[in-house]
Nanobody
């Protein structure tokens, strides 16, 4: 089991910056991938960015060049710069683990990011 606790959301003006943090605890040695997703009302949760064990990263096209994901041991960060109103959403931290070929997915509680125009 992995527990994820997020922090860092809030209200920011367009063009501003925020940094989200997600601390993992529990069976962290089995974590293969950590990432951030976001969701707005009526829409599906979408991938924002992810970092895989070994350091490879993946970004949604809409955030490339503005957001940076990084991982330091059991904490993953999302640095968000040049924020736009369309970045407003609830951001969820995600981790997946692989143990004996079984993949499990874990989610944080979500943190609200609101960008005012």
């Amino acid at each position: 089991q992995v527990q994820l606790v997020e922090s860092g959301g809030g209200l920011v003006q367009a063009g501003g910056s925020l940094r989200l943090s997600c601390a993992a605890s529990g069976s962290t040695s089995s974590i293969n991938r950590m990432g951030w997703y976001r969701q707005t009302p009526g829409k599906q949760r979408e991938l924002v960015a992810a970092v895989i064990r070994g350091g490879s990263t993946d970004y949604a096209a809409s955030v490339k060049g503005r957001f940076t994901i990084s991982r330091d041991k059991n904490t993953v960060y999302l640095q968000m710069n040049s924020l736009k109103s369309e970045d407003t959403a609830v951001y969820y931290c995600n981790a997946n683990t692989v143990l004996r070929a079984i993949v499990d997915y874990y989610w944080g509680q979500g943190t609200q990011v609101t960008v005012s125009s």
